[in-house]
Nanobody, 117 residues
């Protein structure tokens, strides 16, 4: 059982930055994949970025160059720079065993990010 607590969301203006934090506890292994997803109103949840065992990262096209995912033990961060109005969404943390699909992992409660233009 894994528990995830997200924080760091808020209301910012376009061009500003936010740093999201997800603290994981419970049955989490150092080889687990940790990721951030987001869901905007009326849209499906989509991956933002992920970090796997060994530190390799993956970014969605919209996140490349603006967002940075990092991990320190059981905490994963998402540094978001140059935010745009289209980044407005609820951001979710996901943790899962290596090689496991995201849907089979653990999800946080979500943190709202609102970017005003």
């Amino acid at each position: 059982q894994v528990q995830l607590v997200e924080s760091g969301g808020g209301l910012v203006q376009a061009g500003e930055s936010l740093r999201l934090t997800c603290a994981a506890s419970g049955s989490i292994h150092s080889t687990s994949t940790m990721a951030w997803y987001r869901q905007a109103p009326g849209k499906q949840r989509e991956v933002v970025a992920s970090i796997i065992y060994g530190g390799k990262t993956y970014y969605a096209d919209f996140a490349t160059g603006r967002f940075t995912i990092s991990r320190n033990k059981n905490t994963v961060y998402l540094q978001m720079n140059m935010l745009k109005s289209e980044d407005t969404a609820v951001y979710y943390c996901n943790v899962r065993p290596r090689g496991t699909p995201a849907d089979l992992g653990s999800w946080g409660q979500g943190t709202q990010v609102t970017v005003s233009s």
